[in-house]
């Protein structure tokens, strides 16, 4: 059985495979409606947070901070925060403020929850819900931020449901705005109700309009939060996610409503295991379309499946994503020789171990760890290809490694919202991107190598 190698690295991370988690736990506010994000702490933090989406999505993006100065973080920054959640209610009206902690916050101890309580400002703000989620930027990942808030939101508006309803959740992580339409489509496909949580899929891909309006459509809304309680089953792409920070695991344990969790619909096995999973929930066959597309993947797999062989790759990124582009790397004999994540709190060596035992591979799995890292290995692996966000061009442009792009943050491309890779046409897209790239990256060499072998001496 193939076992896949998991390497200790120093304990000294220089530019880390992942970013902070209030990172994680704004980007799943922007998927709820009408909602808006605080940020306790420094400017600083605000300000990178937002560039940062605002770069990927190409979306104007607003994230408030309570500007802790010298003074705040001396004496406490409670008056900051509140005088901070008045001024968003005055400016934005949101009916939603996620409340978020950084370093600087955490670390001089301000218990956000408690500030908000004690204030009164909650009541004084009537009708705007406020979510505090401490989010400790050092303590762990933008992966973990993004599942504490999932749960913290969930938490807020579950509540023990008169009745059922027949619809499903699906939680979703990594996701473009172009997937949550393919998953809308899918789901429209079987005829079935659903709630997506969080949606990005107007939220952070607007259609243009005249005018600048300060506010986003689209999003989770509020009703549809409170049904998740109700709901008859949550799928949810938290294959990686650690028991705690489920919230599909939270709504079964306190709800009753079954969990199914799903890899990222991304390659043909994490596409059947998704739609098997609606299948099953609401004992309907899978429909012929879908039935189709998966054809016409198999069948594109086959084409390939030749050229793909020559893949060496090194795939980076979220624990999910990682984990998902694994699987379509290896069921389309592309060989996985590094698979890294900044984060380390996930079972990815088991899972993974699981994948490939019916395979010879056997990858370098890196834990929380860095680009440094990535790219010494990368090296030593003779890798043609990297798989992962933009945060790995500087590899691609020092050691000359094609890199395709997936994942958060892309800001060195264009396009990023409207990227489709889950489900079998976007899987397909996906695979054909990175086919294409191998076959340009052996022509780029070809001539040479041929003529060094053949006619030099
Ligand atoms: S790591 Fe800490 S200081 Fe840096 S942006 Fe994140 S929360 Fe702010």
């Given at each position: 059985?193939?076992?896949?190698?998991?390497?200790?690295?120093?304990?000294?991370?220089?530019?880390?495979?992942?970013?902070?988690?209030?990172?994680?736990?704004?980007?799943?506010?922007?998927?709820?409606?009408?909602?808006?994000?605080?940020?306790?702490?420094?400017?600083?933090?605000?300000?990178?947070?937002?560039?940062?989406?605002?770069?990927?999505?190409?979306?104007?993006?607003?994230?408030?901070?309570?500007?802790?100065?010298?003074?705040?973080?001396?004496?406490?920054?409670?008056?900051?925060?509140?005088?901070?959640?008045?001024?968003?209610?005055?400016?934005?009206?949101?009916?939603?403020?996620?409340?978020?902690?950084?370093?600087?916050?955490?670390?001089?101890?301000?218990?956000?929850?408690?500030?908000?309580?004690?204030?009164?400002?909650?009541?004084?703000?009537?009708?705007?819900?406020?979510?505090?989620?401490?989010?400790?930027?050092?303590?762990?990942?933008?992966?973990?931020?993004?599942?504490?808030?999932?749960?913290?939101?969930?938490?807020?508006?579950?509540?023990?449901?008169?009745?059922?309803?027949?619809?499903?959740?699906?939680?979703?992580?990594?996701?473009?705005?172009?997937?949550?339409?393919?998953?809308?489509?899918?789901?429209?496909?079987?005829?079935?109700?659903?709630?997506?949580?969080?949606?990005?899929?107007?939220?952070?891909?607007?259609?243009?309009?005249?005018?600048?309006?300060?506010?986003?459509?689209?999003?989770?809304?509020?009703?549809?939060?409170?049904?998740?309680?109700?709901?008859?089953?949550?799928?949810?792409?938290?294959?990686?996610?650690?028991?705690?920070?489920?919230?599909?695991?939270?709504?079964?344990?306190?709800?009753?409503?079954?969990?199914?969790?799903?890899?990222?619909?991304?390659?043909?096995?994490?596409?059947?295991l998704f739609l098997e999973a609606i299948s099953k929930i609401y004992d309907k066959q899978i429909p012929v379309?879908?039935?189709?597309?998966?054809?016409?993947?198999?069948?594109?797999?086959?084409?390939?499946?030749?050229?793909?062989?020559?893949?060496?790759?090194?795939?980076?990124?979220?624990?999910?994503?990682?984990?998902?582009?694994?699987?379509?790397?290896?069921?389309?004999?592309?060989?996985?020789?590094?698979?890294?994540?900044g984060t380390d709190t996930n079972p990815l060596v088991e899972q993974l171990d699981q994948q490939l035992s019916?395979?010879?591979?056997?990858?370098?799995?890196?834990?929380?760890?860095?680009?440094?890292?990535?790219?010494?290995?990368?090296?030593?692996?003779?890798?043609?290809?990297l798989i992962g966000n933009s945060d790995g061009k500087f590899i691609k442009e020092k050691e000359d490694i094609?890199?395709?792009?997936?994942?958060?943050?892309?800001?060195?491309?264009?396009?990023?919202?409207?990227?489709?890779?889950?489900?079998?046409?976007?899987?397909?897209?996906?695979?054909?991107?990175?086919?294409?790239?191998?076959?340009?990256?052996?022509?780029?060499?070809?001539?040479?190598?041929?003529?060094?072998?053949?006619?030099?001496?």
């Amino acid at each position: 059985m193939a076992k896949s190698k998991s390497r200790n690295l120093v304990n000294l991370n220089v530019n880390p495979c992942k970013m902070c988690m209030p990172m994680g736990a704004a980007l799943a506010f922007e998927g709820v409606e009408d909602s808006m994000v605080l940020i306790h702490g420094s400017q600083g933090c605000s300000t990178y947070i937002r560039r940062h989406i605002a770069t990927h999505f190409n979306e104007p993006i607003d994230i408030a901070s309570s500007s802790l100065s010298e003074q705040g973080t001396v004496y406490g920054g409670a008056a900051n925060l509140v005088q901070g959640l008045k001024n968003v209610a005055a400016i934005y009206s949101p009916k939603v403020i996620g409340v978020l902690t950084t370093c600087l916050a955490e670390t001089i101890g301000e218990d956000i929850t408690h500030i908000i309580k004690e204030s009164g400002v909650a009541s004084e703000l009537k009708g705007i819900d406020i979510i505090p989620v401490p989010t400790p930027g050092y303590a762990a990942s933008e992966y973990n931020g993004y599942f504490v808030a999932l749960k913290k939101i969930v938490a807020f508006y579950a509540r023990e449901p008169k009745v059922k309803t027949n619809h499903i959740n699906v939680i979703v992580t990594d996701l473009t705005p172009a997937d949550i339409r393919e998953l809308k489509r899918i789901l429209s496909l079987f005829e079935v109700e659903y709630t997506i949580f969080p949606d990005i899929s107007e939220t952070l891909d607007a259609p243009y309009k005249k005018g600048f309006d300060i506010k986003t459509e689209g999003g989770t809304t509020k009703s549809q939060l409170r049904r998740m309680s109700a709901a008859i089953a949550t799928i949810e792409f938290g294959w990686m996610t650690p028991l705690g920070l489920s919230p599909g695991r939270y709504l079964e344990e306190t709800f009753d409503v079954p969990l199914y969790s799903c890899p990222l619909p991304i390659g043909l096995n994490g596409t059947d295991l998704f739609l098997e999973a609606i299948s099953k929930i609401y004992d309907k066959q899978i429909p012929v379309e879908l039935k189709k597309a998966r054809g016409r993947m198999l069948d594109a797999m086959i084409d390939s499946h030749k050229l793909n062989r020559e893949g060496r790759a090194v795939i980076y990124g979220n624990p999910e994503l990682i984990y998902a582009v694994s699987n379509l790397c290896i069921e389309n004999g592309i060989e996985p020789v590094v698979i890294a994540t900044g984060t380390d709190t996930n079972p990815l060596v088991e899972q993974l171990d699981q994948q490939l035992s019916r395979y010879r591979y056997n990858p370098i799995i890196l834990k929380d760890c860095d680009f440094e890292s990535i790219q010494e290995i990368a090296v030593e692996q003779k890798t043609n290809l990297l798989i992962g966000n933009s945060d790995g061009k500087f590899i691609k442009e020092k050691e000359d490694i094609p890199l395709v792009r997936i994942g958060f943050p892309i800001h060195d491309n264009i396009g990023a919202s409207r990227q489709l890779y889950i489900g079998y046409e976007g899987s397909l897209r996906f695979l054909d991107l990175i086919t294409n790239t191998l076959i340009d990256k052996k022509h780029e060499a070809y001539r040479d190598k041929m003529y060094n072998k053949y006619f030099v001496n």
